[in-house]
Protein backbone atom coordinates (compact mmCIF):
# COMPACT_ATOMS: atom_id res chain seq x y z
CA UNK A 1 0.00 0.00 0.00
CA UNK A 2 2.73 2.63 0.90
CA UNK A 3 4.18 1.62 -2.61
CA UNK A 4 1.11 2.34 -4.11
CA UNK A 5 0.75 5.76 -2.64
CA UNK A 6 4.39 6.74 -3.25
CA UNK A 7 4.10 5.86 -7.13
CA UNK A 8 0.59 7.23 -7.61
CA UNK A 9 0.82 10.43 -5.98
CA UNK A 10 4.45 10.68 -6.38
CA UNK A 11 5.03 11.77 -2.67
CA UNK A 12 7.99 9.89 -0.31
CA UNK A 13 6.41 11.64 2.96
CA UNK A 14 2.92 9.96 4.08
CA UNK A 15 0.91 11.52 7.43
CA UNK A 16 -0.52 8.25 8.69
CA UNK A 17 -3.06 8.09 11.78
CA UNK A 18 -2.12 5.41 14.31
CA UNK A 19 -4.53 2.85 14.43
CA UNK A 20 -6.04 0.64 17.02
CA UNK A 21 -3.66 -2.05 18.31
CA UNK A 22 -0.72 -3.21 20.49
CA UNK A 23 2.08 -1.08 20.29
CA UNK A 24 4.78 -4.24 20.18
CA UNK A 25 2.96 -5.26 17.69
CA UNK A 26 2.51 -2.62 15.41
CA UNK A 27 6.85 -1.24 15.59
CA UNK A 28 7.14 -5.26 15.31
CA UNK A 29 5.36 -5.23 11.90
CA UNK A 30 7.30 -2.09 11.14
CA UNK A 31 10.37 -3.86 12.02
CA UNK A 32 9.64 -6.63 9.56
CA UNK A 33 9.30 -4.19 6.89
CA UNK A 34 11.88 -1.97 7.17
CA UNK A 35 13.80 -2.76 4.71
CA UNK A 36 11.25 -2.58 2.19
CA UNK A 37 10.23 0.48 3.42
CA UNK A 38 13.70 2.29 3.83
CA UNK A 39 14.19 1.00 -0.40
CA UNK A 40 11.08 2.85 -1.43
CA UNK A 41 12.62 6.05 0.27
CA UNK A 42 9.81 7.02 1.99
CA UNK A 43 8.71 8.21 5.18
CA UNK A 44 5.73 7.85 7.70
CA UNK A 45 4.83 10.69 9.96
CA UNK A 46 2.46 9.53 12.76
CA UNK A 47 0.63 12.39 13.50
CA UNK A 48 0.04 12.56 17.47
CA UNK A 49 -3.19 12.78 19.32
CA UNK A 50 -4.30 13.69 22.43
CA UNK A 51 -4.23 11.31 25.40
CA UNK A 52 -7.80 10.84 25.87
CA UNK A 53 -7.52 8.50 22.60
CA UNK A 54 -4.80 6.19 24.08
CA UNK A 55 -7.00 3.22 24.90
CA UNK A 56 -7.73 3.18 20.99
CA UNK A 57 -4.69 3.66 19.25
CA UNK A 58 -0.90 1.93 20.29
CA UNK A 59 0.87 5.31 20.32
CA UNK A 60 -0.80 9.13 20.75
CA UNK A 61 1.25 11.43 22.46
CA UNK A 62 4.37 13.42 20.53
CA UNK A 63 6.66 12.25 23.55
CA UNK A 64 5.55 8.63 23.49
CA UNK A 65 6.00 8.17 19.55
CA UNK A 66 9.88 9.95 19.77
CA UNK A 67 10.51 7.79 22.13
CA UNK A 68 9.47 4.92 20.13
CA UNK A 69 10.13 5.72 16.81
CA UNK A 70 13.92 4.43 16.38
CA UNK A 71 13.49 3.69 12.93
CA UNK A 72 14.92 6.55 10.60
CA UNK A 73 11.76 6.65 8.42
CA UNK A 74 9.81 7.06 11.22
CA UNK A 75 8.57 10.79 12.16
CA UNK A 76 6.22 12.97 13.30
CA UNK A 77 3.15 14.67 12.24
CA UNK A 78 3.23 17.46 14.66
CA UNK A 79 -0.75 18.35 15.25
CA UNK A 80 -0.89 21.20 17.50
CA UNK A 81 -5.21 20.64 17.78
CA UNK A 82 -4.39 17.48 19.11
CA UNK A 83 -1.92 18.46 21.99
CA UNK A 84 -3.22 18.03 25.88
CA UNK A 85 -2.08 21.40 26.12
CA UNK A 86 -2.43 23.69 23.02
CA UNK A 87 -1.00 26.70 24.80
CA UNK A 88 2.16 24.20 25.27
CA UNK A 89 3.06 23.57 21.77
CA UNK A 90 6.08 25.22 21.85
CA UNK A 91 7.37 23.15 24.44
CA UNK A 92 6.04 20.41 23.14
CA UNK A 93 7.45 20.59 19.79
CA UNK A 94 10.78 21.30 21.26
CA UNK A 95 10.92 18.06 23.08
CA UNK A 96 10.31 16.05 19.75
CA UNK A 97 11.70 18.23 17.10
CA UNK A 98 14.27 16.13 15.65
CA UNK A 99 11.67 13.81 14.77
CA UNK A 100 8.84 16.26 13.34
CA UNK A 101 8.53 16.00 9.63
CA UNK A 102 5.15 17.57 9.14
CA UNK A 103 3.24 20.61 11.22
CA UNK A 104 -0.64 20.62 11.15
CA UNK A 105 -1.45 24.20 12.24
CA UNK A 106 -4.91 24.69 14.02
CA UNK A 107 -6.64 26.17 16.84
CA UNK A 108 -7.88 24.16 19.90
CA UNK A 109 -10.73 25.90 22.35
CA UNK A 110 -10.52 23.35 25.11
CA UNK A 111 -14.04 21.71 23.60
CA UNK A 112 -12.96 21.23 19.72
CA UNK A 113 -10.35 20.49 17.56
CA UNK A 114 -9.08 22.63 14.31
CA UNK A 115 -10.35 25.84 14.44
CA UNK A 116 -9.50 28.58 13.09
CA UNK A 117 -6.16 29.84 14.02
CA UNK A 118 -6.77 32.93 17.08
CA UNK A 119 -9.75 30.96 18.19
CA UNK A 120 -8.44 29.08 20.87
CA UNK A 121 -5.21 28.04 22.96
CA UNK A 122 -2.63 27.78 20.59
CA UNK A 123 -0.12 30.77 20.25
CA UNK A 124 0.12 30.29 16.67
CA UNK A 125 2.49 33.57 16.14
CA UNK A 126 4.69 32.64 18.41
CA UNK A 127 5.08 29.05 17.38
CA UNK A 128 5.85 30.25 13.90
CA UNK A 129 8.10 32.60 15.05
CA UNK A 130 10.01 29.91 16.93
CA UNK A 131 9.86 27.56 13.54
CA UNK A 132 11.66 30.10 12.13
CA UNK A 133 13.90 30.84 14.67
CA UNK A 134 15.29 27.10 14.44
CA UNK A 135 14.61 26.81 10.98
CA UNK A 136 12.17 24.16 10.59
CA UNK A 137 11.53 23.28 6.75
CA UNK A 138 9.14 20.93 6.70
CA UNK A 139 5.76 21.44 5.21
CA UNK A 140 3.03 23.25 7.39
CA UNK A 141 -0.32 22.36 6.80
CA UNK A 142 -3.45 24.95 7.98
CA UNK A 143 -5.97 21.50 8.93
CA UNK A 144 -9.67 23.05 9.91
CA UNK A 145 -12.70 21.49 9.93
CA UNK A 146 -14.90 21.67 7.32
CA UNK A 147 -17.22 24.59 8.17
CA UNK A 148 -13.93 26.57 8.46
CA UNK A 149 -12.50 26.22 4.87
CA UNK A 150 -13.79 29.94 3.78
CA UNK A 151 -11.08 31.37 6.31
CA UNK A 152 -7.93 29.54 4.97
CA UNK A 153 -6.90 31.96 2.52
CA UNK A 154 -7.30 34.96 5.22
CA UNK A 155 -5.65 33.05 7.61
CA UNK A 156 -2.65 32.13 5.01
CA UNK A 157 -2.43 35.59 4.67
CA UNK A 158 -2.19 36.29 8.19
CA UNK A 159 0.39 33.47 8.43
CA UNK A 160 2.58 35.50 5.93
CA UNK A 161 2.53 38.31 7.94
CA UNK A 162 4.39 36.65 10.83
Same mark, same amino acid.
Given at each position: ?8 ? +? ?13 ? =? @???? &? ?7 EDLGVTLA ?38 ? +? ?13 ? =? @???? &? ?8 HQPLGTGN ?6 LRYLKDID ?27
Amino acid at each position: IIEIIRNVY +NVSLITIHPQKGDSI =V @AMSK &LEEYAKIIEDLGVTLAYENFPSSVGRRKWVCLPKEMHSKFILPFLKLTFDTSHLD +NPAECIDEFDAVSDK =V @AVIH &LSDNDGKSQHQPLGTGNVPYKQFLRYLKDIDFSGPVVIEYMPEYQDKLIEDVRKLAAV
